[in-house]
Every structure is written in C-alpha cells, then in structure tokens.
C-alpha cells in the first residue's frame, strides 16, 4: 500500500515560479517509476513528467525547459519546479507512483493540487 499527498499548489502570475511535493509513505520499495500528471477542466488527463528509479527523466514537450522533476530518497518525496509558468499550465497537478510488479501491478495517486497561473 502507498499513500501519496501532494502539496504546494497555489496562485501565481505568469512568468512565476511554484515547487510542488508529493510525500510517499506506505510500502514504497517497489515503485518502478512515479511522475505528475495534470488535468484541466474539459481536458484528458495528461502526462507532464516522470521519473524512473535510476533517475532517468521525461517531460511532455510543452514543458521542457520550464519544470524540472526531482526526488528525495531520503524524504520519500518527489517534487515538481515550475518555472515560467503560463497560464496553460493551469491545472489540477496529481502525484502518480507505479509498480511493475507481476503478477499484481500496482498505480497509486494522489489526491491532487490545485495550480492557477493567471494575472
């Protein structure tokens, strides 16, 4: 079982800049990959960057350059910086943690926060 619960979320201007953490807890050794997806209202849900357990990155090309994704073994926290932010980015921003393991894989979320860019 894993519980995630993100947080820092929150208003900003264009051009700001905004950290968001996600604290995993629970039985968290066999996570294979976790990343952050958004959602804004009438929109899929989608990707925006991922982070594999040797460390290896993605980011949907929209991003690039302006979020980097991050953790903190020690903590059990990912995090997201969101620099430049533009109004598109406005959007509920969830924690995912996945497992590969068979035969019961695993996918985990969190609860979402919310981020607002506007002026």
């Known amino acids: 079982q894993v519980q995630l619960v993100e947080s820092g979320g929150g208003l900003v201007q264009p051009g700001g800049s905004l950290r968001l953490s996600c604290a995993a807890s629970?039985?968290?050794?066999?996570?294979?990959?976790m990343g952050w997806y958004r959602q804004a209202p009438g929109k899929q849900r989608e990707l925006v960057a991922t982070?594999?357990?040797?460390?290896?990155?993605n980011y949907r090309d929209s991003v690039k350059g302006r979020f980097t994704i991050s953790r903190d073994n020690a903590k059990n926290t990912l995090y997201l910086q969101m620099n430049s932010l533009k109004p598109e980015d406005t959007a509920v921003y969830y924690c995912?943690?996945?497992?590969?393991?068979?035969?019961?894989?695993?996918?985990?979320w969190g609860q979402g926060t919310q981020v607002t860019v506007s002026s």
């Open positions: 995912n943690a996945r497992s590969f393991d068979y035969p019961v894989p695993a996918d985990y």
């Open positions: 629970g039985i968290i050794f066999n996570i294979n990959i």
């Open positions: 982070i594999t357990r040797g460390g290896t990155t």
